[in-house]
């Protein structure tokens, strides 16, 4: 199952042009470029912060890892008789794009401020976004090298981890988008 970093040259011009148009959709919907602080920090560390997904990488870019894991074996699994693994990762980018651009809608900002416990939750940043993109194509590169075992212990170990230090990770923020759980939103709130 592992593959060969080979990219193509046009796979890499066809994911940089749907980054561009993620950034563009974006920009066009409201979204500040960066952090509007002002600052463009590598960490942010405080999930309950105005710079919380407002910055290059944070808690949450744990998740997008495994979305890259995720992608990479689905696509494998339904994809890999037809399409090289480079053209699979264009598609893995073009539907994490397309997650980002959901993710801030206010349909979604909404969501996460009822069901979660993201109650100043206001939306990524583009810089953010484009760099949860990048994340996640670290995790589907990290997929295609390593093995499923190593990818899989991987997962759960940041799963883990993010569940001890803030109380959330992949798993839960799926749940409680959608089907939130009362006592999960208590438990999570009380750190």
């Known amino acids: 199952m592992a593959a060969k970093l080979n990219i193509r040259s046009n796979a890499w011009l066809i994911a940089a042009l749907i980054v561009a148009v993620t950034a563009a959709t974006l920009l066009a919907m409201g979204r500040p470029l960066i952090c509007t602080c002002g600052d463009i920090k590598l960490w ?21 890892i495994i ?47 009822t069901a979660t416990i993201a109650l100043g939750y206001t939306g990524d940043s583009v810089l953010n976004s484009i760099s949860d993109i990048v994340m996640m194509s670290i995790g589907f590169w990290f997929a295609a090298k390593m093995p ?35 006592a999960i939103k208590n438990w999570q709130a009380a750190l």
């Open 44 to 64: 942010e560390s405080a999930v309950n912060s105005a710079g919380n997904s407002q910055h290059l990488t944070d808690w949450y870019s744990f998740s997008h």
């Open 67 to 113: 979305h890259g894991f995720l992608f990479y074996f689905g696509t494998w699994w339904l994809l890999s008789k037809w399409l090289r693994t480079d053209t699979r990762w264009t598609l893995a980018i073009l539907i994490e794009a397309a997650w980002e651009i959901a993710e801030n809608s206010p349909f979604i900002i909404d969501r996460y401020r």
């Open 148 to 182: 499923v075992r190593f990818t899989v212990l991987t997962a759960i170990a940041f799963e883990l981890f993010t569940l001890v230090m803030i109380r959330d990770n992949l798993t839960l923020n799926v749940l409680m988008l959608t089907y939130p759980v009362e």
